[in-house]
């Protein structure tokens, strides 16, 4: 491609829209353009990037016995009421795009394609002789996310391969989950990325493995915990380790102390000179149902360790059936604003004992009239520990479980990970923590689509059966840009080979020099017919602006046809490194082409 004929616009300034060096850049470089919040047009650059890595994709999903197909993005709201997903896609969480059609039938852009591909195998497998069978798309998604941001990293429509596999029983699906795994690693090292595989968390589907791919750079909004001797990372979110050690209690006795101004751990340790470790704290979080149900939840937990909301939120929707419901739509602390609407008088905010009482709880229709009482293993075994007194400016301390106060009866694990703490599967390893991009997760669904769309097959005994399911989702777009996240520096962007919309730019210093015109020309078609893809900048430009536009846009290679020519020679740099080097004309096909199959096997 020439320059020249390009729709090919850089922008000296860095756009005010972008946050992250790989937004900045991609907008400079002229890939994307934004048309509106979280939606991109990617213009002809991105395109050969996002088709690079659609490729890499493909191959190695057909490798691993997928097959591609195309499912409709326009989707029935039939399909979603019958998983039970419509009103809270649509509604509840708001994420899934809807629309009516002029017949006034309900309709929705798909966000992803369980409900379609599950319909598809309940209609077409019915025997255990088409088993196992693995389906995926390369295709546009549509999310109505919260807060779209940083480019294509979180878009509202954004490109995503999705696979699912259909497998007679679990260890059926656990092969493939397995070879998606291994396809996955090879998806990634062959884009060039420097990502970890991490376990995830699978939400309240439970017990099943789920893991994510994350590629390693500081904008990414995922934490990662890791040990050194690499057997073990997962997602914050996910993450276990041994808590501290608790040192013994300085309290002997039971009794409550005047403690002005102590409403948090901090201040109250100092007061009382004491450990966080010997306190016991009281969260308050306010969750809400699908139903509609909004309950309290009062969890204590050892004064040193946080509230991990994912795991807590997984322990709500295991008690939903409690509540008539079936998932827990949001979660949040429940601080001095939100208890306008239920508190029945006002709470001693900071001073909360373990045993609060009902009573503040003003009772309503669509409000649990007791508080749902958890407490976290770390607080369990504490002994003498000192909490909330229930009153502002209070606090008691040398309480034990048993007297003081009753030990709520759910115990449960809801405390987050850190860096620093002790790993299980070996206490002299420590967690270190890392940011993440998700790239990718592959999860083992097991049968709550099959149930819910009752797809089912026949097996060889001739039982009716649900099927297995697994599903498997790469984010092509944002996996591009966090390409560019990992590698750029301040003259713009560093393309792994691999994924570089063009693998070589040769650059004509001077366009008016018939002989570096005719040199350039001549490379320029050499290198094309030899299969290497070659920009070639004839622009009327001056030189400083042409490497200046070669170096933002990141292509690997740079041929320049200037002063060597006479010797017989171009000039040819390496982006990623800067290296210059002379190089014969008659070599130069050669040499490239070995660079670009060095590159790849890297
Ligand atoms: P996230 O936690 O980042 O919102 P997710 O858990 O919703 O991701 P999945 O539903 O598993 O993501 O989608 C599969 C992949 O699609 C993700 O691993 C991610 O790479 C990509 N992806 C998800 N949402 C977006 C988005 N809004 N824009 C771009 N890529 C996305
Ligand atoms: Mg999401």
Known sequence: MRLSQMLFVTLREVPAEAEIP????????????????????????????????????RQEMNAAGAQECLLPQLQPAELWQESGRWDTYTKAEGIMFALKDRQEREMGLGPTHEEVITTIARDMVRSYRQLPINLYQIQTKFRDEIRPRFGLMRGREFIMKDAYSFDMDEAGMKQNYEKMNRAYHNIFRRSGLAFRAVEADSGAIGGSGSQEFMVLADAGEDEVLYTEDGQYSANVEKAISLAPDATPSPFTTYEKRETPGT?????????????????????????????????????????????????????????AGQYQGKTVLSLKVADAESQKQWAAKPLPLGYIAPDLSDKYIQAGKNLAAKFLRLVDKTAVDLQNFATGADEAGYHV?????????????????VRKARPGDRAIHNPTQTLQSARGIEVGHIFQLGTKYSRALNATYTSEQGEELPLV????GIGVSRLAQSAVEQSYDKDGIIWPVAIAPYQVIVVIPNITDAAQVKAAEQIYTDL??????????DRDERPGVKFKDADLIGIPFRVVTGRSLQAGKVEVVRRATREAQ?????????????????????
């Not at 399911?469 to 498997?472: A, L, Q, R, V």
């Open 22 to 57: 790989s937004h900045k850049l991609l907008l400079r470089a002229g890939y994307i353009r934004r048309i509106a919040s979280g939606v991109y047009a990617y213009l002809p650059l991105m395109w050969r990037v996002l088709q690079k890595v659609s490729q890499i994709v």
């Open 528 to 537: 094309n017919q030899a299969g290497i893809e070659t920009l070639l900048d």
């Open 397 to 413: 301390v040398g309480a034990n479980w048993g007297q003081a106060f009753k030990l709520p009866s759910l115990v449960v694990d």
């Open 263 to 319: 409403d948090t751990i901090d201040k109250m340790c100092q007061f009382l000179q004491c450990s966080p470790t010997h306190v016991v704290k009281n969260v308050l979080y306010q969750a809400v149902y699908d139903n509609g149900m909004a309950v309290l939840v009062l969890i204590c937990i050892r004064g040193d360790q946080e509230v991990n909301e994912v795991k807590l939120q997984n322990e709500l929707v295991k008690l």
């Open 469 to 472: 399911m697994g599903c498997y």
């Open 582 to 602: 002379e190089i014969p004309l008659t070599e130069l096909t050669a040499i490239l082409q070995q660079w670009i199959i060095d590159a790849a096997t890297l």
